[in-house]
């Protein structure tokens, strides 16, 4: 445990270093564009092939990050709870992995099935879907609702409050804001600031 949390000290501090932010990004209202990803079992994926879906729980997230670890498993109850309802998770990894190998497409696969994830998980080799979203961190969630025009972004930042500790959460965003949309009612909140590893940037 203790070695754990030397880990997450150590992940906090690059990740709190200065990093490029990137542009344009998405925010709280705007229409976002489809994409078509490599999945892990190397199928193409979209948005689109979605015909039944009444949003998106997007993540942005990645192999190596303690703070990605800490949440596979609530990630997986997510797609558990939501997808079902019309709200599937769609995992992205942006990560390079020239500089981070853990984060290779090879190791995706590896990741996925040792840890069950029931989502899709897709390889952002080109980055241009994280630069396009204005992905951040590492687990870094955007919400989206499906209309007649697209997809509209309802909620972006973190899954919850704690990245540490999934027994010491005291508030779940991303389950908040699903449960309101689901019930039709306007999000209390839209937006929080996601913490984790910055993403991996190419230079």
């Not at 303690?66 to 019309?86: H, M, N, T």
């Not at 981070?100 to 879907?129: C, H, R, V, W």
Request: aromatic fraction near 10%.
């Amino acid at each position: 445990m203790k070695n754990y949390m030397k880990l997450m000290g150590a992940a906090l501090a690059v990740a709190t270093l200065a990093f490029t932010i990137p542009s344009p990004s998405y925010k709280v209202g705007d229409e976002t564009k489809d994409f078509n990803l490599k999945n892990i079992d190397g199928k193409m994926v979209s948005l689109n092939d979605y015909k039944d879906a009444k949003g998106f729980i997007i993540i942005f997230t990645c192999n190596h990050c303690p703070f990605s670890k800490a949440y596979e498993q609530r990630i997986v109850a997510l797609d558990k709870k939501y997808a079902s309802v019309g709200y599937p998770v769609i995992a992205i990894n942006s990560n390079d992995s020239a500089t981070n190998p853990e984060d290779s497409y090879g190791k995706m696969i590896e990741n996925a099935k040792e840890k069950g994830f029931t989502f899709p998980y897709l390889y952002d080799e080109s980055q241009n879907i994280a630069k396009q979203y204005g992905a951040l961190k590492t687990p870094h969630v955007y919400i989206l609702k499906k209309n007649k025009n697209g997809n509209k972004v309802e909620y972006t930042g973190a899954i919850d409050d704690n990245s540490e500790d999934a027994s010491l959460v005291k508030v779940k965003y991303v389950e908040n804001a699903v449960d309101e949309l689901i019930a039709g009612k306007a999000l209390t909140t839209k937006e929080t600031k996601a913490i984790g590893c910055g993403v991996k940037y190419r230079k």
